[in-house]
């Protein structure tokens, strides 16, 4: 890690630029990230932000959507871009050699697309069939139907894609005042890691991006409250599925790094507790696993497992048990010690790659405002005590807190409320 150095500049418009050089390897990643995604939209604008990303790629005013893909595969690198619900990524990958074509395309797919009317309608339907694939794959769509319950009246509950409505309803105007709103330098991150001069970097930037202007940003998000309770919907599938949820932490909170230890402990983890218990040892689950939904300002921490109708009352029992254990007994220093070891070797084997460490720098920007060496993250993840996880299991998984939904052939009351109590 000593060969790593890291360096944060503005651009000539206030565009800030992270960036990690490491010598050792052949590669550049490099992501503009805006600060913009679904929790952002008007419920007339549903789906938005995952549009435009959609759009970025259906050609500019220098090159065709066939130029694009011919460009990138030329240079053996990687174009492309996700939408979560408050930031919307495009990234590239290239050999350190094709650097400067790199960013030439990405600047060019970002800042100059043209949005072609006849684009727009056909990427409707695109977008309208992605719609259809998630609501016809129950292990996706149930985690959409718990945000909608558990968000419920906040733009935090609302599915990314949209839905039906607002995607076909959308139009070039809309676009492209969503962005003249959205899309401007004070909204922007750039990073990059990989092997590269600074000076070149910051001139490429500067060069594509940097006399790129607009308006300051100002954006007011809503903090939501947290909904708990028991909501089902009857699907005619083999499996019942079902996402357990309850309050979680936003991205700079103190504890984060105690939540992603009782994340791994609870069902981040083969090891977990609860895929050792209900899968290893009673095989009553294929999937079960737990995992962290974190914001500027609100979190969850989830779990969902798919099981047959009639282990769902069981498998819930189990999840409810392993819940009140750990608030109960808390963790061994067996246990402890196993996480931490986990939570390093998952940080060190991630730095191995470009692209991980790039979403790594620019999320530190957006959420905690500062850089965090590797050296620093695991010096915060030793200090996690299994007090600190003993606490925060006490003070979130709180029965006014759970949420549960449920997917399958069932009929409305398959659980009681009951269940949720801890």
């Not at 684009?119 to 945000?147: C, T």
């Not at 001139?203 to 409250?225: E, M, T």
Request: charged share 25%; net charge positive; glycine share 6%.
């Amino acid at each position: 890690m000593k060969d790593i150095s890291f360096r944060k500049v503005y651009l000539d418009n206030g565009i800030r630029v992270v960036a990690e050089r490491i010598p050792s390897v052949k590669s550049v990643s490099l992501g503009i990230w805006v600060g913009v995604g679904s929790r952002d939209e008007s419920e007339s604008e549903g789906g938005i932000s995952h549009f435009i990303e959609h759009m970025f790629f259906k050609g500019t005013h220098r090159r065709s959507a066939h130029d694009i893909a011919l460009e990138i595969d030329s240079i053996g690198g990687e174009l492309n871009a996700f939408t979560t619900r408050e930031t919307t990524t495009f990234y590239v990958k290239t050999l350190d050699a094709h650097l400067a074509k790199g960013i030439d395309i990405i600047s060019d797919i970002c800042l100059h697309s043209s949005l072609s009317k006849k684009e727009i309608e056909k990427e409707k339907q695109v977008i309208l069939e992605e719609i259809k694939m998630v609501e016809d794959d129950p292990e996706d769509y149930i985690h959409d139907m718990h945000s909608l319950m558990v968000w419920d009246g906040n733009p935090l509950a609302r599915s990314i894609l949209g839905n039906a409505t607002t995607v076909s309803n959308m139009k070039r105007e809309s676009l492209l005042n969503y962005m003249k709103r959205h899309y401007n330098p004070a909204n922007i991150v750039i990073s990059a890691a990989g092997n590269f001069e600074f000076s070149n970097l910051i001139n490429l930037l500067n060069k594509n991006i940097g006399k790129y202007s607009l308006n300051a940003y100002s954006n007011k998000r809503i903090s939501p409250s947290i909904q708990g309770g028991i909501c089902t919907k009857k699907k005619d599938i083999e499996q019942v599925h079902f996402c357990l949820g309850t309050l979680g932490l936003p991205q700079k909170h103190k504890y984060r790094y105690a939540l992603f230890a009782l994340n791994s402990i609870l069902g981040g983890s083969m090891s977990s507790r609860l895929f050792q218990e209900v899968r290893e040892k009673r095989g009553l689950v294929y999937t079960i696993y737990s995992y962290i939904s974190s914001y500027t300002d609100v979190g969850l921490i989830n779990i969902y497992a798919g099981t047959s109708i009639k282990a769902l009352q069981v498998v819930l029992e189990l999840v409810i048990k392993e819940i009140r254990k750990i608030n109960k007994n808390g963790i061994s220093r067996k246990e402890m010690i196993r996480v931490r070891n986990q939570m390093k070797g998952n940080l060190m084997l991630g730095l191995e790659s470009t692209s991980n460490r790039m979403s790594r720098l620019a999320r530190d920007e957006i959420y905690i405002g500062r850089y965090f060496s590797p050296e620093e993250v695991i010096r915060e993840i030793e200090k996690v005590k299994p007090s600190q996880i003993q606490e925060l299991i006490t003070d979130l998984f709180r029965t006014e807190y759970l949420s549960l939904a449920i997917l399958g052939p069932i009929t409305k009351d398959i659980v009681s409320e009951k269940i949720l109590k801890v």
